[in-house]
């Protein structure tokens, strides 16, 4: 099977701009979860979607949102970016969430 | 809530020594245990998991045992290979939810020297 693949895998925008992450997870897998993981804060999870359905969100801003596709294809999308959003954003899927998870290479998102 | 705390890094060891790397948690209900690595440049991979007391997991010569009485999931291996020179992340599922959000610790570096 293929693996979780992410697009694009590098990204460079300017303060107050918006971007779109995709993630496309692996055949099968109903549930997407997404984190970003930075020097200092290390890995943090933002949310997760099953069937479509937002079912568990992390402690970050609302300019942090994603959806999910019925083919359970995720997008994450960040509006008016901050330095402070430059990470690597890593999506993971598993069969039902709950258990293991398997991750994409990542996001490298640069704010300048 | 929920925490993951492992032991600090980096950590540097001679090929074929003996690797210990501490991880501890604090946790509602009944997480499953995971280890991933991290190589550089790259996602998380699984290294192995555990998903209920007592029970072992293992994989490529790594190993760690789900400890509930001292709320402990440490990764050892016998023999290190340079090969093994990433970053080593411990991790737990979220067993409150039971949904896919993982709870991580804050990593360790191990470096391994020919």
């Known amino acids: 099977k293929a693996g979780v693949t992410q697009t694009p895998r590098y990204l460079i925008k300017t303060r107050g701009q918006q971007v779109t992450l995709s993630c496309s997870p692996i055949?099968?897998?109903?549930?997407v979860s997404w984190y970003q993981q930075t020097p200092g804060q290390g890995l943090q999870f933002l949310f997760e979607y099953f069937s479509e359905t937002q079912r568990n969100k992390g402690n970050f801003p609302g300019r942090f949102s994603g959806r999910q596709f019925s083919n359970s294809r995720s997008e994450m999308n960040v509006s008016t970016l901050e330095l402070g959003d430059s990470a690597l954003y890593l999506c993971?899927?598993?069969?039902?969430?709950?258990?293991?998870?398997?991750f994409g290479p990542g996001t490298r998102l640069t704010v300048t | 809530g929920d925490s993951v705390t492992q032991m600090e890094g980096p950590v540097t060891l001679s090929e074929e020594a003996f690797l210990t790397i501490n991880c501890t948690y604090t946790a509602t209900g009944y997480p499953s245990l995971f280890w991933y690595v991290q190589y550089p440049g790259e996602g998380l991979q699984l290294l192995l998991k555990?998903?209920?007391?007592?029970d072992k997991g293992s994989n490529k010569g790594f190993e760690a045992t789900y400890r509930k009485e001292t709320t402990s999931f440490h990764l050892e291996k016998g023999s290190v290979q340079v090969s093994d020179s990433a970053v080593y992340f411990c991790a737990l599922s979220d067993g409150s939810s039971n949904t896919g959000k993982l709870i991580f610790g804050q990593g360790t570096t191990l470096q391994v020297k020919p």
């Open positions: 993971a899927s598993s069969p039902r969430g709950g258990d293991e998870q398997y």
């Open positions: 555990a998903t209920k007391a007592d």
């Open positions: 055949s099968g897998h109903r549930s």
